[in-house]
């Protein structure tokens, strides 16, 4: 998988209407966000190092999920695009409630609608939680959300994510 790295930076380009990160020469992520979605374009703005940290906390978080590692890759940099993005209005009213839930961001948790799906919690404040779909979801109206949209939704919205750990036993 890849590291991050100093030599990555952020911009945006106005032929692809999507955010960028250069990666290297040869290898660029191109985000599925567009200018519209956007609070700033960046202009060869350098990976920071906080940044570099969120982007090892994501993997951690995924991990518990045994992805394939393209596919950790794309969710990780799909995450680290959160700072770029406008606030939106929640859309608590398409999901189930439940109790509330103070989730912690790169924390995975499950929305339910008319079907259930994990998000990544990217950052949140008193009421809401902003998380980034990590798969197509059926809402309780049967629209269908699909995977990598970036959504906000209120604390009890969000339940905490069901994992069997498999205890290890030495010898």
């Not at 839930?101 to 404040?125: H, I, R, T």
Request: charged share 15%; with cysteine; proline share 6%.
């Amino acid at each position: 998988m890849l590291r991050p790295s100093e030599r990555w930076f952020w911009t945006y380009c106005p032929q692809k209407d999507r955010l960028l990160l250069d990666i290297s020469d040869e290898a660029q992520f191109c985000a599925p966000f567009s200018a519209a979605q956007l609070n700033c374009l960046p202009r060869q703005q350098a990976l920071s190092m906080a940044e570099a940290e969120a982007f090892w906390a994501i993997d951690d978080s995924l991990q518990i999920l045994a992805l394939p590692a393209a596919l950790r890759l794309e969710l990780c940099l799909t995450a680290l695009c959160a700072p770029f993005l406008q606030q939106t209005a929640h859309k608590s009213w398409y999901f189930q409630p439940g109790q509330s839930y103070a989730a912690q961001p790169f924390e995975l948790v499950s929305l339910s609608g008319q079907s259930q799906q994990y998000a990544l919690v990217l950052g949140g404040d008193a009421d809401c939680v902003s998380c980034l779909l990590l798969g197509d979801i059926v809402t309780l109206s049967g629209k269908t959300l699909p995977r990598l949209q970036w959504l906000r939704v209120l604390r009890n919205r969000v339940t905490p994510l069901q994992t069997d750990v498999a205890y290890r036993y030495s010898a």
